[in-house]
């Protein structure tokens, strides 16, 4: 089966570095899914307004590994970095298949010169991310309470104390503030990563962001626009 996708994903987010590691878990951050000429049909849409979660399924396009090479194993972020796990029992991006599965929330459909997109918001993928379909999210179907996480139910991500110059936050919107603000908390660096001296550099719009890590404390030391 051949596979073409229907769209791309647009963000801030314009490398996998400061990507939410799941989607969902920063709400605030927003994006646009634009279709492609051949799919953007506003009968492809009908009806799609009355739902408020949506899943998308979607390609790992940044692995940096070759088509067809994977592993049996995986070692997931929020274990360190350090244990293995079966990679059909984890969401490592390194799959037989690169294909990925985020629900987002659809805030509205948006006619413009550039054709048909929807706004969306809290999705995990990275500014140019091939969109290969879109289904609704149906709660009596897709929510499930009271279930087994497996190695999730006894690991949660830490969060980190963000210390963000006030000169250096009126360069954003508060909208824009806020996203930005929930990915640092959460931790973009590698989890075996502990240098406090490292200064790291993130994308985020047309802005470098520069912070350092020191215990759970990230302080951000500049902002720049990138060239």
């Known amino acids: 089966m051949n596979i073409t996708p229907i769209a ?22 927003q994006g646009i899914i634009q ?9 492809a849409l009908r009806g799609i307004e ?16 070759r088509e067809g090479e994977w592993s049996a194993l995986v070692r997931p972020p929020l274990l360190g970095g350090n244990s ?24 509205a459909v948006k006619s413009d010169e550039n054709g048909l997109a929807l706004l969306v918001a809290g999705a995990d993928l990275a500014d140019g991310t091939p969109i290969f379909d879109i289904k609704p999210y149906v709660e009596y179907s897709d929510a499930h309470t009271g279930v087994r996480n497996g190695f999730v139910d006894n690991n949660r991500w ?18 824009d503030f806020c996203a930005l ?6 931790d973009p660096r590698p989890q075996y990563h502990d240098d406090p001296e490292r200064v790291y ?8 962001i520069r912070f350092t890590v ?4 990230l302080t951000v030391v500049g902002v720049a626009e990138l060239e």
Request: proline share 7%; net charge negative; hydrophobic share 35%.
């Open 8 to 29: 791309y994903y647009h963000t801030k987010l314009k490398t996998k570095f400061g990507v939410p590691r799941q989607s969902g878990i920063v709400p605030e951050l």
């Open 35 to 43: 279709f492609e000429p051949e799919y953007c049909k506003a009968d």
């Open 50 to 65: 009355g739902f408020d979660f949506l899943w998308l399924i979607w390609g790992f396009s940044l692995n940096d590994r």
């Open 84 to 107: 293995y796990m079966g990679v059909f029992a984890t969401r490592s991006p390194f799959r037989p298949n690169a294909l990925g599965l985020s629900s987002v929330k659809l805030l």
């Open 158 to 175: 830490r969060t980190l104390e963000v210390v963000f110059p006030e000169e250096l936050r009126s360069m954003f919107c508060d909208d």
């Open 181 to 186: 603000y929930k990915i640092l908390e959460l």
């Open 201 to 208: 550099g993130m994308p985020y719009g047309e802005y470098d």
């Open 214 to 217: 020191d215990g759970g404390v």
